[in-house]
């Protein structure tokens, strides 16, 4: 069974839960398909599953590493990946986090293909009530609600449809300004003293140069900081994520001119300043 939802930039994806392929499918018709991590992969299935439905971390500890045993970082890290090939790596708006439970997957965003399927059917059926001044019998024996309500979700279709067209629009005006390229997340990280540092790149030279430039920052940092940090460069902004001794989160994203990587690496792991 495979899943189709959309994205934030206009873009719809289809899983393959079995392959563990996902499919990106642009604005613009292009198609462009990555194998996703097998951490990756059978986490997405599991919030897949059950859209709106919130799953504890153990649960998806258990589900994604089969019981395994797996360091105490692996699930931030994983869901960090996974958001950022997801383009929901700011926002956090289709993979949601839920304070102090866990984690589930924008329902909102799932496309309902058996739904979408059914709702013309209700339409064409809907002149021939008019003619005959009522709705047939058999008909309305399967309708839970009134005629009024037929009505009412024919409108609501409609207005769906306009949303998604507009959603296309922006899209493909967005698509002009980002290059959309489904991410191959590539990962350096370098533990300095309890300090854990992950550099995130396209490639890894990449995410080499990058976790050079970031341990060089770390030396302004003061002794005893400790924690794990998620460190992505997109043009001119840095997005910092981190995990705190206390494994509470933050998360930062400022243009590299306005301020040093060093003290957003601060500001991330200190509650307070």
């Known amino acids: 069974m495979s899943y189709t939802f959309k994205l934030k930039n206009g873009a719809v994806a289809v899983f393959d839960p079995d392959s563990a392929m996902l499919s990106i499918t642009t604005p613009h018709g292009d198609v462009q398909k ?13 919030l897949l599953k059950e859209p709106g439905v919130t799953k504890s971390r153990d649960e998806i500890i258990d589900y994604t590493w089969n019981d395994r045993v797996v360091a105490s970082g692996s699930l931030n890290q994983t869901v960090f990946s996974l958001r950022n090939i997801l383009n929901d790596s700011r926002d956090h708006e289709i993979l949601m986090t839920v304070p102090r439970r866990g984690y589930c997957f924008n329902r909102h965003c799932v496309v309902d293909e058996t739904t979408d399927a059914s709702e013309p059917s209700e339409e064409t059926a809907q002149p021939a009530a008019s003619s005959d001044g009522q709705l047939p019998p058999t008909r309305s024996d399967d309708l839970v609600a009134p005629s009024g309500k037929t009505k009412k979700t024919s409108s609501l279709t409609k207005a769906q449809l306009i949303a998604y067209i507009v959603t296309l629009a922006v899209g493909a005006f967005t698509i002009f300004q980002i290059d959309f390229d489904t991410p191959k997340i590539e990962v350096s990280s370098v533990d300095k003293n309890g300090l854990v540092i992950h550099a995130v790149g396209n490639d890894l030279a990449e995410a080499q140069a990058l976790m050079d430039l970031s341990v060089k920052q770390t030396e302004q940092l003061p002794p005893g900081l400790k924690g794990q940090v998620w460190i992505n460069l997109y ?3 840095y997005s910092v994520s981190c995990i705190r001794p206390d494994l509470s989160t933050a998360n930062l994203q400022l243009n590299s001119s306005e301020r040093d990587l060093a003290l957003m690496i601060r500001q991330c792991l200190e509650v307070t300043l």
Do not use: H, I
């Not at 990555?34 to 599991?46: I, K, N, P, Y």
């Open 34 to 46: 990555s194998t996703l991590g097998r951490a990756e992969s059978r986490l997405l299935d599991l």
């Open 235 to 237: 043009k001119a902004n």
